[in-house]
């Protein structure tokens, strides 16, 4: 299969990693790979064998993770679930791994990539639940089109979501939310929405991350979305 060519945006990696954050990435990575995603492993685009890798468990899938806050929360509630978490920046990354270890979590799987290569290898119907919490807001309008929202990326996740699987996306960006409404039931979705309080109050399950807590210091709104796959 050919590589198809995908732009990518945003910063793969900060300045500095402390030591044990190194020691992190060299020790546990690889462990916690999902399996063969990367186009050199894997250049047939097998799909994951997702039942295997979970013992048979329900899997859900997080894209842009940040710190990992909301995904150790999540595995942890959720011993039953297997949960596979997507984000290219490695210093998120290495933040989680000292989450998983500290934790002692052991039903998380990691890709340290595009979100898009990770969809190009899941089963089509394969996972129950997806978040997108907090992604780049690109605010300028002519990088709308970089947001996750938008076909390039909402088709492959509606391909790989169950029938009824459930999609929740927060943010704190107004303009974000527009085109969320606007472009996830496009692609598939339908808003579970009924009353004001549905999409102002978070989730009863919700773990308020570091993102959120500086949205909320610098006087921005949450927004809690939740759509159901058609």
């Known amino acids: 299969m050919e590589r198809p060519h995908r732009n990518f945006y945003?910063?793969?990696?900060?300045?500095?990693?402390?030591?044990?954050?190194?020691?992190?990435?060299a020790e546990d990575l690889d462990a916690l790979s999902p399996g063969p995603v990367d186009w050199d492993a894997n250049p047939d685009r097998l799909p994951l064998d997702l039942a295997t890798l979970f013992d048979?468990?329900?899997?859900?899938?997080?894209?842009?993770?940040?710190?990992?806050?909301?995904?150790?929360?999540?595995?942890?509630?959720?011993?039953?679930?297997?949960?596979?978490?997507c984000e290219p920046y490695i210093n998120g990354v290495a933040m989680l791994l000292g989450k998983i270890r500290q934790a002692g979590v052991d039903n998380l799987r990691v890709h340290p990539g595009d979100a898009r290569d990770l969809f190009d290898v899941l089963p089509e119907a394969s996972i129950a639940k997806a978040f997108l919490l907090y992604p780049d807001p690109w605010p300028k309008k002519r990088h709308h089109r970089r947001r996750f929202v938008t076909p390039e990326h909402l088709e492959p996740l509606v391909r790989a979501l169950k029938p009824g699987a459930e999609f929740r996306v927060a943010t704190d960006i107004a303009d974000y939310v527009r085109q969320t409404l606007e472009e996830v039931p496009r692609a598939g979705f339908e808003w579970t929405a009924e009353r004001?309080?549905?999409?102002?109050?978070?989730?009863?399950?919700?773990?308020?991350?570091?993102?959120?807590?500086?949205?909320?210091?610098?006087?921005?709104?949450?927004?809690?979305?939740?759509?159901?796959?058609i």
């Open 56 to 85: 048979g468990k329900e899997v859900w899938l997080e894209v842009g993770f940040g710190g990992g806050e909301h995904l150790v929360h999540q595995a942890a509630q959720n011993p039953d679930v297997g949960i596979i978490g």
């Open 10 to 25: 945003g910063r793969r990696k900060g300045q500095h990693l402390k030591d044990s954050q190194e020691r992190y990435l």
């Open 196 to 229: 004001a309080e549905d999409w102002r109050e978070a989730w009863p399950d919700w773990y308020s991350t570091r993102y959120e807590q500086k949205a909320l210091r610098e006087g921005r709104t949450p927004h809690y979305l939740t759509f159901r796959k």
